[in-house]
C-alpha cells in the first residue's frame, strides 16, 4: 500500500507542474545571463580596428608563429586549421575604435570585478527580501547596462569598463538567488533534475551567443550584439516578475496536491510558510566539514575550468600550430558535451536516489568525483599528444570538459542538501572563494609555460589534475547529503495538529522536532 507521500507524488507529477514550469523560465534566465557574460568577447573583436601584430594567443592566432612544436612547414597543423590572423581579428569588418590590447584586457576583465562584489551580499538579500526580486532587479541592471554600451563606447572607454562592472554586478546575484529559490520549490529527489536543466541554460548561452553575436557583427554591425541581448534580458526579467514566486505558498495558481507534496519533502528544512530568513550560524558553519567539502571541491572545479577556459586555446596554438577559438564548432563541441552530459548526470542522480540505489550523499559523491576526477584523469594525456594526433588532443578536451558537468548534480547543489535555508548565502561564499581562482590560474600557467613547449604544458595540465583530485577526493572523504543540525528548522505540514516545541542550538538556531521525510536523505535502504 503507497504511503501519505507516495500517494501526493502520484497527485503532483514533475511534467507540466508549476516547479517545471519555473525550472524552465530559470533555464531561460541561465542563457540569458550567460549571453550578457560573454557577448563581449566576439563584440570587441568586431569594435577594434585590426592590429598590425599578432594578438596574444587566445583570440588571434598566427600559424606561421606558432609552428615550433610542429616543426613548421607546409605540412604542420596550422596550415590547415590556423586562420590569417587578420581576418581572423577582423572577421571581414573594419573597427571602430583605436583600443591597444591594455585596454582591451581592462575589458574584458571588468566584468569580473563586478561578478565577485555581490555574490555573499546577493544570498543575504534573497534570504531576506526573496530572490523573485532580488534577480529582477539585478539582471534588470545587468540588461540595462549592456543596452547603454554602445553609445558608452562611442564617448569614452572607460564607461564601458564601467558599464562591465555593472553587468557583472548585476549577474552575480544570479545563481546564490537562484539557489535560495529551489530550496523552498525542489523537492530532494527531483532536485538534480530541476537545478541541472535549469542551470544547463548555461552551456546553451555559450553555444548560441559566440556564433550569433559573430552574425550580428557581420550582417548588422557590432552595436547589434548589445541590443539584441540587452533587449532579451529585459524581456526575460518581464516573463520572471509573471510567472515565478518565491516559494509554493506565495504561488497563486499551483493546484493544492503540488503545494503539499513540495511541502511535505522539504518538511524540516524550509518553513511551511516559505520564509527562509534567519540569523546565519556563523560558527557552526564555519566548523562545518561538510561545507568546508563544497568550498574546497568549487576551488578544485573552478581553477581547472579556469585553465581549460582561458589556456587551452593558447595550448592548442603552441602545440598544434593552430588556435582553437579560430573555430566556431570546435570551441562550441566541448560546452555542448557538457550541456548533454549535465541532463543524464542528473536523470541518473535521481533515479539512483528515487530506487534506492545510492542515498543523497553518495550520489552527491559520485557526480563531484566524476565532474573532477573525470577532467582531472584526461588533462593529463593532452601533455603526451603531439601535432600528429590533434584530432585526438580535441576529442580528450571534449570528453573532458563533458565530464565537468556532472558536478550540477553534485557539489554545486549540495549546499540546498546541507542547509536549505541558508543555500543562498552559502552558495555566494563557495562561489567567491572559487572564482578567486580566475585570477590565480593563469598567473600559474604564465609562470610554468615560457617557451611553449610540450614539457611545459605537461606541467601545468599535471598542476591541474592534481587540484582536481584534492578536491575530489576531499570531498568524497567530508562530504555530506543530509540537513545539517545548525541548518534545521521546526516545522509541522499544513494540517498537523502535533504541537511544536523549538529546540533551540547553541548559536540560536531552531532544531526541527522531525526530521525531512525519507525521499528528503534518500530511502531508508540506499547506500
Known sequence: MPSSFESLEAKA????????????VVFLGTLILYSLRVNMSIALVC??????????????GNATDSRQQCGGGSGSVGDAAAPNST???????????????TVQGQILSSFFFGYLFLQIPAGLLAQLLGPKLVIAAMIGLASVSTLLLPAAARIDWRLVVALRILTGLGSGVMFPGLHQLWSGWAPPIERSKLVGFSYAGAQIGTIITLPLSSLLCRSVGWDS????????????????LGLVHNSPEQHPWISKAEKRYIQRSLQGQVSALGKHSARLPVLSVAASLPFWAIIVSNVA???GGYTFLTNLPTYFKDVFGFTLMANGLLSALPYIGFFVFQFVAAWLADLLQARAVLSTRNTRKLMSVLSMGGPGSIIISLGFIGC?????????LVIGITFKGAAFSGFLINHVDIAPRYAGVLFGVSNTVAALTGLIAPNVVA??????????????FLITSTVYWFGSLFYAAFGQGELQPWAAVADKPAGDKQTEKKAIGEDGVALALLPPVSAGNGPANAV
Open 13 to 24: 507529477p514533475l511534467l507540466l507542474s508549476y516547479r517545471a514550469r519555473t525550472a524552465a
Open 388 to 396: 600528429d594526433a590533434y584530432a585526438l588532443g580535441i576529442a580528450m
Open 87 to 101: 581576418d581572423w581579428e577582423s572577421g571581414g569588418v573594419t573597427g571602430e575604435f583605436d583600443w591597444d590590447r
Open 47 to 60: 569594435m577594434v580596428k585590426p592590429l598590425n601584430e599578432s594578438a596574444d594567443g587566445l583570440l588571434l
Open 301 to 303: 572545479y573552478d581553477y
Open 447 to 460: 609562470a610554468v609555460v615560457r617557451s611553449g613547449s610540450q614539457s611545459e604544458w605537461l606541467r601545468v
Open 225 to 240: 550584439i548589445f541590443y539584441v541581448f540587452g533587449g532579451l534580458g529585459c524581456v526575460w526579467v518581464a516573463v520572471w
